[in-house]
């Protein structure tokens, strides 16, 4: 399956398996613990070895996220947004804004990179000396990369119960980001339909 900085970002807002939401960026150790397992998508634009997470970076990661959040909002629009923020999200200018401001925080220069043996593709050189900027800037690259390409046509927000997640669709009939919120939304339409014909209601899909 193809991963996206972009959605794994948007997606440390996660469903805790107990009711709850989980935030894998509420903490300093747990932002350490979110970055060192994206090391394979963070490799090329930016070494993580001695990076040290602080407070400050914590707080820029998590408002980068919000705009990402209110993004993903605007391009699932007309179907409902995740739940899990859906009553505070912050403008789509706000948003748009912030991921501007952050991407130009570091100054990049394409690279062409052609091996004898192989396709030519562009490399990001970096006049930033600070990874701590080029970390969030990466990330707002990708947040971007992501809003401008093909996969936010199949964007969609999880509409399992409990689940907040945002999924890309993978196939047509796709309508839950994984099997097991499947399984809970096809429960939850079968308690309902069991609960309307106990009452004598209608029953419903």
């Given at each position: 399956?193809?991963?996206?900085?972009?959605?794994?970002?948007?997606?440390?807002?996660?469903?805790?398996?107990?009711?709850?939401?989980?935030?894998?960026?509420?903490?300093?150790?747990?932002?350490?613990?979110?970055?060192?397992?994206?090391?394979?998508?963070?490799?090329?634009?930016?070494?993580?070895?001695?990076?040290?997470?602080?407070?400050?970076?914590?707080?820029?990661?998590?408002?980068?996220?919000?705009?990402?959040?209110?993004?993903?909002?605007?391009?699932?629009?007309?179907?409902?947004?995740?739940?899990?923020?859906?009553?505070?999200?912050?403008?789509?200018?706000?948003?748009?804004?912030?991921?501007?401001?952050v991407t130009a925080r570091e100054p990049v220069a394409p690279q062409l990179e052609w091996?004898?043996?192989?396709?030519?593709?562009?490399?990001?050189?970096?006049?930033?000396?600070?990874?701590?900027?080029?970390?969030?800037?990466?990330?707002?690259?990708?947040?971007i990369d992501f809003l401008t390409g093909p996969q936010r046509g199949r964007l969609r927000?999880?509409?399992?119960?409990?689940?907040?997640?945002?999924?890309?669709?993978?196939?047509?009939?796709?309508?839950?980001?994984?099997?097991?919120?499947?399984?809970?939304?096809?429960?939850?339409?079968?308690?309902?339909?069991?609960?309307?014909?106990?009452?004598?209601?209608?029953?419903?899909?």
């Amino acid at each position: 399956m193809e991963r996206w900085l972009a959605l794994e970002l948007a997606s440390t807002i996660r469903h805790d398996g107990d009711g709850g939401v989980a935030d894998d960026l509420s903490t300093v150790r747990g932002t350490t613990r979110w970055i060192g397992e994206r090391r394979d998508l963070l490799a090329g634009q930016l070494p993580i070895d001695g990076l040290v997470v602080d407070e400050g970076l914590r707080l820029e990661l998590v408002g980068l996220r919000q705009a990402v959040r209110a993004l993903f909002a605007r391009a699932v629009s007309p179907a409902p947004p995740s739940p899990a923020d859906a009553g505070r999200l912050m403008t789509a200018e706000q948003a748009i804004a912030r991921l501007n401001r952050v991407t130009a925080r570091e100054p990049v220069a394409p690279q062409l990179e052609w091996p004898v043996e192989g396709a030519p593709a562009t490399r990001l050189l970096s006049a930033e000396d600070d990874p701590r900027v080029r970390l969030v800037a990466a990330l707002a690259r990708a947040a971007i990369d992501f809003l401008t390409g093909p996969q936010r046509g199949r964007l969609r927000s999880c509409t399992a119960p409990r689940c907040v997640r945002y999924f890309v669709k993978s196939h047509g009939r796709q309508e839950w980001c994984k099997p097991s919120c499947g399984n809970r939304a096809r429960a939850a339409r079968h308690y309902r339909r069991q609960r309307g014909a106990a009452q004598g209601g209608p029953a419903h899909s």
